[in-house]
C-alpha cells in the first residue's frame, strides 16, 4: 500500500481527520465501520482521530501537595490500584528545558530549580463522575527528584558512598509483581557528565556539576520506589547504562526476570534473573547475544576476560556496558521499550533507529524465550514489524499491549528532524495502534498526533481499559526563547508537558477487539 493512500486526508479541527464529522460515532455502533485513515500531521494540537477524546489530568507545575509540583518532561507513566477507580500514578520526569524554568545562566539558583523538575511524581487519582481527578489531599502525593537522598541496594559503596543524591534522567520504568514501581535512569550524562574508568571526565548538557561535582557513577540506575512510602532504592543489580525500562515477568520456577534496554546506537539487551521471587536485588546479569541465541552471564567469575579487566563484581555493574561488549552483546539499533505479547507470549523490543547505520526508521523486535521460559539462557529472534514508508512509522518508542493483543506504540523522531530529510512525510510524533485481530487485523492506524517538537511517552491504561493514560513530553523543544516559541501547547503561552486522559468509544472498541 503507498503511502499516500493509507494517509487519506478528509478533514480538520481538533481532531485528525478520518470521516465527516458524525459519520465515524454513527459507524462506530454499527457492524460495517470503516476503519481510520488519519494522515500524518505538523499542527501544534494534540489531535486525536474522531472517537477519542483527551483531557489534561496534570500539567507540569501543577500543585499536587502543599510544598511540591509536578514536575518537567514526564514520561513514564504507571498505575497502582489504592481502590475501585482509584490508585497511585507514578509518573517519570525525564529532564528539563532551561529556557522555560529558571533560565540558561548556570547559577546556583537556576540549577537548584531545575533539579526539582526531575525524577518522579507520585500522585493519587480517582475516577469521579466519569473523569479522572487528583486528589489533592492524598497522602500519597509526593515528589522524588534530583536532590533525594536514595541508597544503593548493594552490599558494597558506589564510588565511595551508600547513598546518592537524587535520581534523574527518568525515561521509562516498570512495575513489579509486589507492587513497586522501578523508573530507569537513561541519559544520565546529561547532569553530572560522565567518567570512565580510566578517569577521563565528560562534562555534561546541563552542568550541575558546576555547583554540585556528585559523582556520575551514581546515575545510570533501575531505581525501585514503593508507592505507599516514596522510599527508593538503586538497584545496582540490574547494571548500569542509559535504562529505558524495566519490563518485569516471572521464570517458569518463580523467580523474577527483569528486562531492561540501553538506549544508544550499538547498546546492548540485558536480562537479570533474581535470585528470589520477590525481589530484584540479588541473582544474575546477562546480556543478549542475539548471533548465538543466548544470554551471557555478566557474573566475573564465569569469563576469564572480566577476571582479568574487572577488579570485583560492583565494577562490572558499575561498567555494564564494557563488560558487556567484552563477553560478545550483540550490539542493537537503540533498544527502548519492552513488552510481553500477551497472544504469543514473545518479548517485543522497540529498536528506535540507528543513524550511522542508515537505519532511519526503526523496528521492533520479536525474541522468543527457550522453552517459552523467561528463565532460560537460549532464545529466537525476529523483526516484529519494521518502520518506514510501508508501515507508515518511524522510530518506534514506547510500547502498551491491550488485552486483545492490540499493541498500541509512539514515535520518538528527534524534534530537530521532524519532517526534515528521511523523515519528510511521516509528521510530528504520534500514537499508532497495531490491530491484532477482526478484519483489519495486522493494520496499522494513527490514533494520535502531538503538538509540534513533542513526543507522547508512557502509555499506560487504567485496570479497566476504559483510560489511556498518556504523556506529551517536551512540546515546542526546539524554541530557541521565550519570544520564538515553536509551540505554545496546551494553553497558548509557553509550551507545557502534560499528562492526558484518553477515552471514547473507539478506544472501547479496539479494546473490545471489534475493529
Ligand atoms: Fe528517554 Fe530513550 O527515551
Ligand atoms: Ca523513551
Ligand atoms: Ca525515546
Redesign the pocket.
Known sequence: MKRRDFLQFLGVSGTLATLPKGLLAASLKTAKFTLPHPPPSTEDKLLLVEGLQHKILLRWGDKINATQTFGYNN?YIAYQPTGQDQGILWVNH?YVNSLFIGGPARTRQNIDRERLEVGGTLVEIKRIDGDWKVLPDSKYNKRIDATTPIPFAWPKPIAGKTTAIGTL?N??GGQTPWGTFLTCE??YDMFYGDLDRQGNKTPSWQKWEEIYPLPPEHYGWVVEVDPLTAKAKKLVSLGRC?H?RAAVTKAKNGKVVAYT?D?ASNQFLYKFISDATDSLETGTLYVADLLKGEWISLKREDHPVLMEKFKDQTEIQVYAREAGKLVGATPLD?P?DIEFDPLSGNMLVAL?NNKANKNFHGSILKIMEGNDDPGSLTFKHDTFVAGGEKTGFSCP?NMVFDPKGNLWFTS?ISGREIEKGPYKGFGNNSLFVFLRSGNNKGKIIRVASGPRDS?L?GPCFSPDHKTLFLAVQHPGEEGTSATDLTSRWPDGDIPKPCVVTIEGPLLDRIVAGEL
Do not use: L
Open positions: 514520561d525525564e534522567a525515561c521509562a537513561e541519559n542509559m529505558e534496554g538506549d537503540r527502548e528506535t518508542d520518538d513526543e511517552t
